[in-house]
């Protein structure tokens, strides 16, 4: 996998962007894989940054997030579809008929809910740029240890780890959702290029054992070892506990030297 170590969480958050903004520029009707979590909103700000100061254009973009609790309803404040609308879609020129999240308020059919989710992204031609946050106990989208890394979009239930990291989220009195629908690994390492971002010391057990770990569903995200196009861009504290840092830092002075311009 290729690590992208970065000071800060800014210059983490600029990274992705010009990566993302990168690839819209070269493909106007990108699909692009989105994630949700504290860690993807200064990606979004920055892309909002770059639409409105340099015009970057997402009217042919088409979008696929990775997931969505179950059981509330797009209007919720702590709904995926709220914090989409509420950090990108409304800032940017996005045709909301290109926007798919998986909808938290169905009650039956599941598994043919997530087939048709499955088949909306096959018939788009496949996800172009998967973006992915991590848990700290190492998940990917929803998928928490034990997924399988065949899985595809699917009901998930939660562990208890991510049920208490969500809490934050969610008024003391409020039910946490224990559920969600998410794109399964197998969804995800379908995807043609990977990025995977993490900020923050307690990322960092989790960061080491994805990249430089051995890949076991016990670490959900380890399974991205197997794509052959993964990127990860963690800051100082994230990366701390890599034990290849400093042959990562080399890889990207001489990245620098043949591609000049692209740190940041
Ligand atoms: C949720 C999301 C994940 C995200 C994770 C980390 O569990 N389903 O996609 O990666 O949170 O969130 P944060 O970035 O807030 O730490």
């Known amino acids: 996998m290729l690590v992208l170590l970065k000071q800060n969480y800014e210059a983490l958050s600029r990274e ?17 894989g989105l994630a949700t979590g504290s860690t993807t909103i200064g990606v979004y700000r920055e892309l909002v940054r770059l639409h409105r100061e340099e015009g970057l254009d997402f009217s042919r973009v088409v979008t696929f997030n990775l997931d969505e609790y179950l059981g509330i309803s797009p209007e919720h404040p702590h709904s995926f579809h709220h914090f989409m609308l509420e950090h990108f879609f409304a800032h940017v020129n996005i045709d909301p008929g ?11 059919d599941y598994e ?11 018939g788009a031609g496949g996800i172009d740029l998967q973006i992915l946050g991590i848990g700290r106990n190492g998940h990917i989208g929803f998928n928490e240890p034990s997924s399988s890394f065949a899985s595809k979009t699917h009901l998930k239930v939660l562990t208890k780890a991510t ?3 969500n809490r934050k989220f969610f008024a003391a009195c409020e039910t946490i959702p224990r559920c969600a629908i998410t794109m399964g690994i197998g969804s995800i390492l379908a995807s043609k290029r990977v990025l995977i ?5 307690a990322k960092a057990a989790a960061v080491a054992n994805a990249i430089e770990g051995p890949v076991t569903a016990y670490v959900p995200a380890s ?6 196009n993964a ?23 001489m990245t620098e030297l043949f591609t000049p311009g692209r740190s940041s």
């Open 16 to 32: 992705a962007a010009h990566i993302i903004s990168n690839a819209v520029r070269s493909n106007p009707a990108i699909k692009l």
């Open 98 to 108: 290109n926007i798919h999240i998986p909808d938290g308020t169905i009650a039956s």
């Open 112 to 122: 043919q809910y997530c087939a048709a989710y499955e088949a909306d992204i096959e």
């Open 163 to 165: 049920v208490d990291d």
């Open 197 to 201: 971002l993490a900020t923050g010391g």
């Open 223 to 228: 399974a991205l070892q197997f794509h052959a």
């Open 231 to 253: 990127t990860a861009i963690v800051d100082e504290e994230a990366g701390s506990r890599l034990k290849l840092k400093d042959y990562y830092r080399d890889v990207m002075e």
